[in-house]
């Protein structure tokens, strides 16, 4: 096998088998659990991280270009993978003991910082490793530094904690929004790849402005702003469009440093570019609270102006150079290429409406991502009907069947995919377009590798008092108070405590506390038919190695609230237990 073959950068049909099987196992587990929520949101990023560390240690050797040792490599992709069932095994007493790690929890900890460090050295280089163990550092050392620098220090167990268990450090915001919504819009992306995006764009691009002055390289920065609506990524933008456009400006008299430069600038307009966008949006849009469209729409005009002034010099120095463009008949025709592959865009603008009519980007991706898959494996049955009527009544039918998701919800979808899988393996070519999809698959957790691997290191997300990171609204409850009237919560108001009958705050005790989970604006509530408390641990932060954090909803007690995301599992009238993690501001 060549070096080439083990490389993310090679064709999925050339990966190794067990390799190959592992990042389709990635991917199937996202889309089941943004679909279904079968897990807690700690257990996601945990799990997520276990595969991108199992995907980059089977990929990316220790040194050098030659292909890694596969025993070890599979000795430390496992043992990564290992940790996030630590963490699934052991969730219900993590949390009863959070902050107080035995002997198992630091050796779990501990090594999963490491692979995590060696995992980012292998993919992005010394540098970043070098620079976050120098906050690592600090952290632990830097009690004894002089002056400002100085501060009160902390313990190993109280970094290793940070860092390897609850919702921030290695599993904080980032590592959620890749494990969510970033992953979602990557398996879109490929999946209209496959299927034969790049071709329309290339097409259409080359039609409209080929054989103008600086005809190739105007291609190159149209084609890549049109890319960019569909990846996000710079760096799938220059290995889909670079691979024709480079070429192409080169053998028209343009220097490789230049055309390189074009491509290379133009792609990375893509994480600007409406509607997917780079991870930092998705990071932005959950880190100050406003939604997705929002941070969209704010980036659309600098996008434009973005590639309107790199399209811009383009032209100039192709005017100063006097680089013509191709021959007007050696271009094809736009308007023909969207003719003929219009429904891919289908997918796209639905995408596009469902986030600025305010839907969250899970929801939108989620349903994009099933709409793709149905449009590709809808679209390889029809073109073998040759009846025009017959192909209007099958998409109309598929449509009825599709419709069933607003009452059946998500599985309804799942459903109709199965049938026309079931229906692609049995007819000509169909199987072809199975490859397609199984394939897209695949490369949507080889984008995700890059992605993951840069945002793992996370930060929490402290909001004072007992915060929601699901658009829940809490209101304390207990014995002594009417239903429904807000009370201070263990941990906000140590003052209340003795009076509320929980002893001195001093104790090293645990405190149960119930919590009425409302969705809607703060101090109102619709929950009074359905189960509505649920039991969470504070501790005192008179153990101050021990810092305030709250429980997860478990099993019987869960809330029965209701959420955007949830109207994916059965419409606005049905009722999903939700599990989500509260924080305690001590």
Not at 48 to 77: D, N, S, T, Y
Not at 192 to 205: C, R, S, V, W
Not at 390 to 403: D, S
Not at 432 to 459: F, K, N, S, Y
Request: charged share 15%; with cysteine; net charge positive.
């Amino acid at each position: 096998m060549s070096e080439q073959d083990q490389s993310l950068a090679a064709n999925p049909r050339d990966w190794p088998r067990a390799l190959f099987y592992v990042a389709l196992l990635f991917s199937v587990f996202q889309i089941i659990t943004a679909a279904f929520h079968p897990v807690s949101s700690q257990i996601l990023r945990a799990v997520h991280v276990g595969f991108l560390l199992l995907v980059v240690f089977l990929c990316f050797p220790a040194r050098g270009k030659e292909q890694p040792w596969q025993p070890l490599a599979w000795l430390l992709g496992l043992v990564g993978m290992g940790t996030a069932f630590y963490q699934w095994y052991f969730e219900a007493d993590l949390i009863q003991r959070s902050g107080d790690l035995t002997t198992g929890d630091m050796v779990v900890g501990l090594v999963l910082i490491v692979l995590v460090f060696e995992a980012a050295r292998r993919v992005m280089g010394i540098a970043l490793p070098l620079i976050c163990a120098l906050f690592l550092v600090y952290g632990l050392f830097g009690q004894y530094l002089p002056g400002d620098l100085m501060h009160r220090g902390y313990a190993i167990d109280q970094v290793v904690n940070q860092l390897a268990f609850g919702t921030e450090g290695l599993y904080g915001t980032p590592t959620y929004v890749s494990a969510t919504y970033i992953f979602l819009f990557i398996l879109f992306g490929a999946f209209l790849e496959q299927a034969g995006m790049i071709k329309l764009f290339t097409d259409f691009a080359m039609g409209l402005f080929g054989h103008k002055l600086g005809g190739p390289a105007k291609v190159s920065v149209v084609s890549s702003a049109l890319m960019g609506t569909i990846t996000g990524s710079g760096v799938a933008n220059v290995v889909t469009t670079g691979q024709f456009t480079i070429p192409l400006m080169k053998r028209f008299g343009y220097k490789s440093a230049f055309a390189g430069g074009v491509e290379a600038t133009s792609s990375m307009g893509s994480q600007i570019m409406p509607p997917i966008m780079g991870a930092v949006a998705f990071i932005m849009a959950e880190t100050i609270n406003v939604p997705f469209f929002e941070v969209a729409k704010a980036a659309l005009i600098p996008a434009l102006l973005y590639f309107g002034s790199v399209f811009w010099m383009v032209h100039l120095e192709a005017k100063r150079s006097n680089l013509r463009g191709l021959p007007k008949e050696e271009c094809p025709n736009p308007w023909a290429s969207v003719k003929q592959r219009w429904y891919l865009l289908i997918p796209l603008f639905v995408l596009i409406y469902l986030l600025f009519s305010g839907r969250t980007p899970l929801f939108s991706g989620m349903v994009g991502l099933a709409l793709t898959s149905i449009v590709i494996l809808g679209s390889a049955i029809v073109l073998r009907v040759s009846s025009t009527a017959m192909r209007f009544v099958f998409w109309i039918v598929l449509g009825v069947l599709c419709a069933g998701f607003f009452r059946l919800g998500i599985g309804m979808v799942f459903g109709v995919v199965a049938l026309l899988v079931a229906a692609c393996w049995f007819i000509k070519g169909g199987r072809d377009t199975l490859t397609i999809c199984l394939h897209a698959l695949v490369e949507g957790a080889r984008h995700a590798v890059p992605v993951g691997d840069r945002l793992c290191p996370g930060r929490g997300d402290y909001r004072g008092g007992v915060a929601d990171r699901r658009g829940f609204h809490l209101r304390g409850l207990h014995p002594r108070h009417r239903p429904g009237q807000s009370v201070p919560l263990a941990g906000t108001d140590h003052a209340h405590l003795p009076g509320a009958g929980h002893g001195h705050p001093d104790h090293s005790q645990l405190h149960h506390h119930q919590l009425d989970c409302c969705p809607g604006t703060p101090g109102s509530g619709r929950a009074a038919d359905r189960v509505a408390y649920v039991r969470v641990l504070f501790r005192h932060h008179g153990r101050p190695h021990a810092p305030g954090r709250a429980g997860l909803f478990r099993g019987r007690t869960d809330c029965q609230g209701e959420r955007a995301e949830d109207q994916l599992l059965g419409g606005a009238h049905r009722r999903g237990r939700v599990r989500c993690a509260l924080y305690g501001g001590v």
